[in-house]
């Protein structure tokens, strides 16, 4: 059942930026732990991004530290992933996602997340 919204995905060159976002007319976002997911090829979703924004409590995977940020909107509900200097390793279908709170307090596993949208492709070009 498709809970949240993503937009924002599309081509881009390596090195450029893409912004994300994640909406849901439901629920308040800020209320809940609101993570991305990026599947690869083989069909594996990695969380590299999670925020709960009541608690102030963020989570980044190594590989994405320093280059991802993810952000929140209250007055919109939405949530946003900034990626920047795009490497050919970020291409993928990028999923959000939302569960409890208590989820952001440690690195988030996929199988733990009911409500997902229907995700949004990003590709890199070189």
């Known amino acids: 059942q498709v809970q949240l919204v993503e937009s924002g995905g599309g081509s881009v060159q390596a090195g450029r930026s893409l912004t994300l976002s994640c909406s849901t007319s439901?629920?308040?976002?800020?209320?809940?732990?609101v993570v991305w997911f990026r599947q690869d090829q083989e069909n594996q979703r990695e969380a590299v991004a999670g925020?709960?924004?009541?608690?102030?409590?963020?989570y980044y995977a190594d590989s994405v530290k320093g280059r991802f940020a993810i952000s929140q909107d209250t007055a919109n509900n939405t949530v946003y992933l900034e990626i920047s200097s795009l490497k050919p390793e970020d291409a993928g279908m990028y999923y959000c996602?939302?569960?409890?709170?208590?989820?952001?307090?440690?690195?988030?596993?996929?199988?733990?997340?009911?409500?997902w949208g229907q995700g949004t492709q990003v590709t890199v070009s070189s």
């Open positions: 996602a939302s569960a409890s709170p208590g989820y952001c307090n440690r690195k988030p596993n996929a199988w733990d997340f009911r409500y």
């Open positions: 439901r629920y308040r976002l800020r209320n809940a732990c």
């Open positions: 925020l709960y924004g009541n608690g102030g409590v963020t």
